[in-house]
């Protein structure tokens, strides 16, 4: 499927809204209070990949079917892009010069779309962060190609806010967050790497924050989110080991660097890998880490206290099925 004609021709996706849902992806960001949490759930139907944008209890806002019959995998992020009060969805198609497009979370119409990476025949990864504090969510694209890079385009009008190369001397599939550490009303960017689970925050402007090695030996992909899951006003890193690691491994690391939680939720034969997100899931005031394990048949997204790591009495709501 060519995705330019796709968007020339002003083609819009229809909601796939029976679709078996596989959990590859789950993003949230630490925002003001008026903003809403959200996270992204990619999967599979017969007419090509299909995202569904959930609330924290894992009750639908939309189902979309982003680029019908375009079967190359697809990426996506949640954030409020065009600042109405509504988790907007972002979605990366991978291996197509890193087309992303960006959908209304009331509507379900294209607010926007572009080629961010001309020629790029790799995979990317996609994200959103307020860098400059217009309270716009802005779209974070990062490549899986020599020295990661990241480029920033700003939600309120798309202009490039931000461009570096997040590993230097290396590449890795990466995930992106973002969330305001300094507190001075910016996000910084969170970039989460193989090689030892490293974590880069860099800040808007480009300079690298901090580095820290969330999973020390372990050389696969990994998740990352961030939010105030403790409530002592600071946000923590969530970081969800992929594939390869034992148990869903899932580490939460304070604004320093150091590890608060160390989650082993299931059995240690488990190799599926987890993937993280972070919000509000019993209604309480406090953001949870939410925790989904890939390859594993469950239903709902899985919320633990972020101070004690114990998993919430809660019953997530089934209504959305995901197939994981």
Same mark, same amino acid.
């Given at each position: ?18 679709? /078996? ?23 599979? !139907? ?9 609330? *924290? ?27 109405? %009060?509504?988790?907007? #969805?972002? #979605? ?37 962060? @307020? ?11 990062? =490549?899986?190609?020599? +020295? =990661? ?34 507190? @001075? ?5 969170? $970039?989460? =790497?193989?090689? %030892? ?7 808007? @402007?480009? !300079? ?18 961030? +939010?105030? $899951? ?9 970081? %969800? =080991? ?15 660097? %150091?590890?608060?939680? $160390?989650?082993? *939720? ?5 190799? +599926? ?13 406090? /953001?949870?880490?939410?925790?989904a394990l890939a390859n594993e048949q469950l239903t709902g997204i899985w919320p633990f206290d972020g101070t004690s790591g114990e998993l919430l009495n809660y019953t997530p709501d089934t !209504? $959305?099925?995901?197939?994981?």
């Open positions: 499927m060519n995705l330019w004609r796709w968007w020339k021709n002003g083609t819009r996706p229809n909601p796939a809204r029976t679709a /078996r849902l596989r959990l590859e992806a789950m993003e949230t960001r630490e925002v003001p209070a008026a903003m809403p949490d959200a996270v992204a759930l990619v999967g599979n !139907s017969p007419a090509g990949s299909v995202v569904s944008l959930v609330n *924290p209890n894992g009750t639908a806002i939309r189902n979309l079917l982003p680029f019908p019959g375009f079967t190359g995998g697809v990426v996506a992020a949640a954030g409020d892009v065009n600042h109405d %009060g509504t988790a907007d #969805v972002i #979605v990366g198609a991978q291996r197509a010069s890193g087309f992303v497009a960006v959908f209304d979370g009331a509507t379900g119409n294209v607010l926007s779309a572009r080629a961010t990476l001309p020629g790029y025949t790799g995979t990317i990864g996609v994200g959103s962060a @307020d860098l400059d504090g217009d309270h716009f969510a802005d779209v974070l694209v990062g =490549a899986n190609a020599p +020295g =990661a890079p990241v480029l920033a385009f700003g939600g309120r009008d798309g202009a490039m806010l931000s461009g570096f190369l997040a590993t230097p001397g290396f590449s890795a599939p990466i995930s992106l967050s973002g969330a305001d550490f300094d507190r @001075d009303g910016r996000d910084e960017i969170i $970039v989460g =790497a193989g090689l %030892g689970g490293a974590v880069l925050v860099y800040r808007p @402007d480009g !300079s690298r924050a901090s580095t820290t090695f969330a999973l020390p030996g372990f050389v696969g992909p990994v998740s990352v989110a961030a +939010g105030d $899951v403790t409530g002592d006003g600071v946000p923590e890193i969530i970081v %969800g =080991a992929g594939a390869g690691a034992p148990a869903g491994l899932t580490v939460e690391l304070n604004a320093s660097g %150091g590890t608060n939680l $160390v989650l082993t *939720p299931v059995s240690s034969g488990y190799r +599926g890998g987890a993937v993280v997100g972070v919000g509000d899931a019993d209604g309480d005031g406090r /953001r949870d880490i939410l925790l !209504s $959305v099925p995901v197939e994981l």
